[in-house]
T-cell receptor, first 112, second 111 residues
Framework: EAQVTQNPRYLITVTGKKLTVTCSQN?????MSWYRQDPGLGLRQIYY???????DKGDVPEGYKVSRKEKRNFPLILESPSPNQTSLYFC???????????FGPGTRLTVT | KQEVTQIPAALSVPEGENLVLNCSFT??????LQWFRQDPGKGLTSLLL?????REQTSGRLNASLDKSSGRSTLYIAASQPGDSATYLC??????????FGAGTQVVVTP
């Protein structure tokens, strides 16, 4: 089944404890992206990747890192999480940027 | 900076009525526009993608139009059903790889 998977689905952590949210797709998509969704603010793009080793900032990259060493994986790294990074995070992928995006199920992160 | 607006924020219609959802954007230089639905606690499901060179796309009961000159896209859902209850989001491709989302329209279809 073609899909985008994210792990973990739920995470509660404390301020400053490094964490990684994984994203994997099995559709051989070149484009992948991370978004966060907050009430009243909608979805905002964090980082995106056009292909392996090619990443770029979205609208809200501060406090996040990404890497794209393999085509199928695009992990999101929070090196020192803070409470304002409490949010619902979505990973998405598409064949390329002009094709429709497919979204993962989301990761709900709480930073205390 | 591109701003994407969806009005109204919420909408309630009786079953069988046609739904009309709006998405407005401030800069007409877009790459594409995609409509999604989001069910509570779930991810986003793609409905329709319109490229900047297209005027409309259709899939079953869904039809989406795009008018770049007026900065507007409209999603029509014919003969609404209770299963159409969800939040509908539009996303505008603002540059190569970058997307801006609207805040969404929450739709309730009452039996």
């Amino acid at each position: 089944e073609a899909q985008v998977t994210q792990n973990p689905r739920y995470l509660i952590t404390v301020t400053g404890k490094k964490l990684t949210v994984t994203c994997s797709q099995n559709m051989n998509h070149e484009y992948m992206s991370w978004y966060r969704q907050d009430p009243g603010l909608g979805l905002r793009q964090i980082y995106y990747s056009m292909n392996v080793e090619v990443t770029d900032k979205g609208d809200v990259p501060e406090g996040y890192k990404v890497s794209r060493k393999e085509k199928r994986n695009f992990p999101l790294i929070l090196e020192s999480p803070s409470p304002n990074q409490t949010s619902l995070y979505f990973c998405a992928s598409s064949l390329s940027t002009v094709y429709e995006q497919y979204f993962g199920p989301g990761t709900r992160l709480t930073v205390t | 900076k591109q701003e994407v607006t969806q009005i109204p924020a919420a909408l309630s219609v009786p079953e069988g009525e046609n739904l009309v959802l709006n998405c407005s954007f401030t800069d007409s230089a877009i790459y594409n526009l995609q409509w999604f639905r989001q069910d509570p606690g779930k991810g986003l499901t793609s409905l329709l993608l319109i490229q900047s060179s297209q005027r409309e796309q259709t899939s079953g009961r869904l039809n989406a139009s795009l008018d770049k000159s007026s900065g507007r896209s409209t999603l029509y859902i014919a003969a609404s059903q209770p299963g159409d209850s969800a939040t509908y989001l539009c996303a505008v491709g603002v540059s190569w790889g970058k997307f801006q989302f609207g805040a969404g329209t929450q739709v309730v279809v009452t039996p």
